[in-house]
C-alpha cells in the first residue's frame, strides 16, 4: 500500500491564497484516483475535491466551487489543490486521499468512505 504526504498549509488572511501539495510513493497516479478532504474542528471529514485517473475529471464541492482548482503532475507522483479567495470557513485539516474504487463517474467516487489510503493531513487557517 502507498504513502501520501501533504505539504503547503499554514496560516492566511481571508481573501488570500494557498497551494497544497500531495506527493505518493508506492502508487501511481495512472491507476489511483486521489482526493483533497478537510476536517474542521467537531465536524467530520467531508470531501473537497477529486481528480481521476486517466482522463483526470475532477470534481468539487460546492463550497469551494470557483475558487478552488485541483491538478496533478503524473511524472513528480503529486496533486496539487490551489486554494484562492479563501474564507475563514475553509480554516480545517486538509488530508490527501488515495483510492482504486471506482463508482462510474468522479462524483460519487469522492467520498471519504472510498478511501482507505490517506496522508497525515496539514492545517489550513483562514484568520485576521
Known amino acids: 500500500q502507498g504513502q501520501l504526504v501533504e505539504f503547503g498549509g499554514g496560516l492566511v488572511q481571508p481573501g488570500g491564497s494557498l497551494r497544497l501539495s500531495c506527493v505518493a510513493s508506492?502508487?501511481?497516479?495512472?491507476?489511483?484516483?486521489i482526493g483533497w478532504f478537510r476536517q474542521a474542528p467537531g465536524k467530520e471529514r467531508e470531501a473537497v475535491s477529486c481528480i481521476s485517473n486517466g482522463r483526470g475529471d475532477t470534481y468539487y464541492a460546492d463550497s469551494v466551487k470557483d475558487r478552488f482548482t485541483i491538478s496533478r503532475d503524473i511524472a513528480k507522483r503529486t496533486v496539487y489543490l490551489q486554494m484562492n479567495t479563501l474564507k475563514p470557513e475553509d480554516t480545517g485539516v486538509y488530508y490527501c486521499g488515495a483510492t482504486s474504487a471506482w463508482l462510474g463517474t468522479i462524483e460519487p467516487t469522492c467520498a471519504t468512505r472510498y478511501f482507505p489510503t490517506w496522508g497525515q493531513g496539514t492545517q489550513v487557517t483562514v484568520s485576521s
Open positions: 508506492g502508487l501511481s497516479l495512472d491507476f489511483y484516483n
